[in-house]
């Protein structure tokens, strides 16, 4: 990947680690961390010591591990040590993952009562939390409660997820990926907030495929990383979302509801249909233009000496969609005369704006992890003008562009 600013690097983060079976993965969520460039300082609550020992945390943070609120290396005398506000001052960020109901209810009721209490009631930083147990002891309504309180105090709650827990029971309670833990972190860190809380905005990603036969189709490029990355920015700024996605294979959240298509024919009636129960589409996918006149029922044989292919051509489903009240959003993907040609399309699509990419800029647009983009707005929209934007993550590109999404709602 080309090299792109990255918001976590050179950041200071205080990681909490409480005594929940998911502390085995904040293993991993320092090795994620670190590895994006930020300095990460661990604290454990004494439980936390019963799954995971200080030492491989140490080890994987290159930084001391705290665990006693009080100096145990001094027998006699005064050691005059304020640590835990050094602590709260240093952090940009503190991460409690896994949080037990447990320090849940701590904070929220004001405890200072071990090393990792005691930092958090002096932070000045954004938090961000992490909820991990069994599907009863997070059903439960105090914890319910105690998480809904966590939020208006301003925490970042990082919801858990369904699936396997320790007990053996299947429900809710399971520790977010630490994949989605450190997107957080890079939400929070960047500055956002839910500022898209009950919005509910459509999402197209990654190609439409158009069969020829049982076992080979007409396909593009598209890696569908782009309109993954938007999905994923949505959510966790507080959107619902629902991403309509050609065949990819780019992880997405469980909370997202996902839409698997695979023709363009496929992906136009799943757009009609989910855009009414939405305020805005993205269509970042890469529509075929193109598919064959005619699908082959049986495998097209060498010996049938095929020499061309007939093709016939796809309905472009912006062009020919209902808008309603709903704000829509095109992208563009350009070889040439790349200004002349989205601001075609931005006008023939009747778009809010349209998103363009340039296959000459290197590192933008399709299979790459980075995009280069600039957003054309029509005459008399509230917003006018283009904006171009340097090249950066996918993932800041697509906050990007929420953040132009965000000033027409
Ligand atoms: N699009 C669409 N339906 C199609 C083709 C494209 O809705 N059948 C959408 C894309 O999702 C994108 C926008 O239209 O948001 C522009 O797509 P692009 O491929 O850049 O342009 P086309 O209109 O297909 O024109 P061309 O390929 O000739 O550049």
């Not at 996902?258 to 305020?279: F, G, P, T």
């Amino acid at each position: 990947m080309k090299m792109v600013p990255d918001p976590l690097k050179g950041k200071k983060i205080i990681l909490g680690v409480t005594g929940g079976i998911a502390a085995y993965k904040s293993a991993i969520l320092i090795r994620g961390l670190v590895s994006r460039g930020a300095e990460v300082r661990v604290i454990m609550t004494p439980s936390a010591l019963e799954f995971i020992t200080p030492l491989t945390l140490s080890t994987l943070s290159s930084n001391p591990v705290v665990v006693n609120t009080f100096p145990v290396s001094q027998k006699n005398g005064v050691d005059l040590q304020t640590w835990h506000i050094e602590y709260a001052l240093w952090a940009d960020a503190a991460i409690i993952s896994p949080a037990t109901v447990n320090t849940i209810a701590k904070i929220v009721h004001g405890f200072a009562d071990n090393a990792l209490t005691s930092v958090i009631m002096a932070l000045r930083c954004p938090l961000i939390v992490a909820p991990a147990a069994d599907t009863d002891m997070y059903n439960n309504p105090i914890t319910q409660k105690n998480i809904t309180e966590l939020k208006n105090y301003g925490a970042f709650v990082v919801e858990p997820e369904n699936g396997f827990l320790a007990s053996g029971l299947s429900g809710i309670g399971r520790m977010a990926n630490t994949d989605k833990i450190i997107d957080a972190a890079e939400i929070v860190l960047s500055g956002y907030k839910k500022d898209l809380n009950g919005k509910k905005i459509l999402v197209t990603a990654g190609p439409t495929l158009e069969d020829i036969d049982p076992v080979r189709f007409i396909g593009n490029r598209s890696s569908g990383k782009m309109g993954y990355a938007i999905a994923k920015a949505a959510f966790l700024r507080g959107a619902d979302v629902t991403l309509i996605s050609g065949p990819t294979a780019e992880k997405i959240y469980p909370e997202i509801n996902l839409v698997k298509i695979r023709s363009a024919a496929q992906m136009k009636n799943a757009v009609e249909s989910h855009i009414k129960k939405n305020d805005a589409l993205i269509m970042a996918a890469a529509v075929a233009d193109y598919k064959p006149a005619k699908y082959s029922g049986s495998k097209i044989k060498k010996e049938q000496n095929l020499k061309s292919l007939a093709l016939t051509t796809t309905d472009d489903i912006l062009a020919s969609l209902k808008k309603d009240d709903k704000i829509i959003v095109g992208f563009a993907l350009e070889t040439e005369n790349e200004i002349k040609n989205a601001d075609k399309k931005l006008k023939s699509k009747n778009l809010d704006f349209i998103v363009l990419n340039s296959l000459k800029d290197s590192g933008a647009a399709i299979e790459n992890d980075t995009n280069k983009i600039t957003i054309l707005y029509p005459k008399g929209s509230k917003q006018t003008g283009k904006k171009q934007f340097p090249l950066l993550s996918k993932f800041q590109t697509a906050n990007n562009i929420l953040n132009e999404l965000k000033k027409l709602f």
